[in-house]
């Protein structure tokens, strides 16, 4: 039985990214991370949310420091127990959107910690939807601010149930704390921000700039295709540039350059992804590299960089196809 982080389930999509060769995605890498998973079953009632008991949070008091609990004093509460350490100043997070936060978690009784993101330097990308993490964080991060620590106490009711989890030394009868600094949110709606790029090779695709959460307008042109990749940005965005072994949330939608029908896309399934350029095609491990978070880029994979003569099965690439790609790179994970 393979550990697996708060997810419960690997997103969809990623089936015309996946690198030839490697079935899993970013996600299912995270699955086997050291963190247990959430279990399988019908959806727990929702909560009565209250104040406290939470434990003192004594060492990494600041938003983004990995910080320090104590161990659970008397008996928890039989509800959510939740509270807003540190009150952030973004956008507010609601169901079913995207967070990217770091956390720590440990069983209150014994103050034991069976998971943090902040030793792995890398911050969880994850919906909160059910059915995708545990029904505590659902509850208790809908509605904060990006920006907020939030600490809660969660009863096995919205947290692992009954059964716990063994190989994470978690009982089903234990409690758990959660302290999480949530970064940012994003939703189906997210965008590209910054500045737009002039567009001026009539021999590439144009690639519309609005940025108002529906999909680019990608125009091919009657053209032959370029031999070589292309990387270019739509619009600039401003934030830090993505490295080769770097992780990335996108929008992205892709077409192909003979006839531009669209093959795949985040916005028709309304949902994010991320993933590691290190499990993904050559063209788009290249052509992301080096682009800033928050940029839409154009990236035009020629078929030794893409699929070649084995293109996934099910989908409406065939072999030896040129792929045009519109990406928008929201965070860096």
């Not at 004093?73 to 770091?102: C, M, Q, W, Y």
């Not at 720590?104 to 030793?119: H, M």
């Not at 590209?192 to 590439?204: N, P, R, S, Y």
């Not at 590691?276 to 078929?303: D, F």
């Amino acid at each position: 039985m393979r550990r697996r982080s708060l997810l419960i389930a690997v997103p969809a999509g990623l089936v015309t990214l996946a690198a030839c060769g490697d079935g899993e995605s970013d996600s299912s890498k995270a699955s086997e991370s050291a963190s247990p998973s959430a279990p399988d079953g019908s959806a727990a009632p929702s909560p009565k949310i209250v104040d406290g008991p939470l434990p003192a949070i004594t060492e990494g008091v600041k938003f983004g420091e990995k910080p320090t609990v104590e161990k659970g004093s008397g008996e928890p509460s039989k509800d959510l127990a939740v509270k807003t350490v540190i009150a952030g100043s973004g956008r507010t997070i609601a169901e079913n959107d995207f967070v990217v936060a770091h956390y720590l978690g440990q069983v209150w009784a014994t103050a034991k910690v069976f998971d943090n993101s902040y030793d792995r330097k890398s911050p969880l990308a994850i919906q909160l939807a059910q059915g995708s993490i545990i029904d505590g964080w659902r509850y208790a991060l809908a509605g904060k601010k990006t920006g907020s620590r939030v600490e809660m106490a969660v009863p096995p009711t919205w947290g692992y149930g009954t059964q716990g989890n063994e190989q994470a030394g978690i009982k089903g009868t234990d409690t758990l704390v959660f302290v999480v600094d949530v970064q940012d949110a994003f939703n189906a709606k997210s965008s590209a921000k910054g500045t737009e790029v002039a567009q001026d090779d009539i021999g590439l695709p144009k690639v519309g700039t609005d940025t108002d959460g529906k999909a680019p307008d990608i125009e091919v042109p009657d053209a032959a295709a370029p031999k070589k990749l292309v990387s270019s940005y739509v619009i600039e965005g401003d934030g830090p540039k993505v490295g080769a072994e770097d992780s990335v949330l996108v929008q992205y939608k892709g077409v192909l350059w003979d006839g531009g029908k669209e093959f795949d896309s985040t916005y028709s399934r309304e949902q994010l992804t991320s993933f590691s350029l290190q499990q993904v095609v050559k063209g788009w491990a290249q052509g992301l590299t080096g682009k800033k978070v928050g940029s839409r880029v154009l990236i035009v994979i020629p078929p030794e960089l893409g699929y070649g003569d084995n293109p996934p099965q099910g989908s409406d690439i065939k072999k030896d196809s040129t792929l045009v790609f519109s990406v928008d790179i929201l965070a860096k994970l």
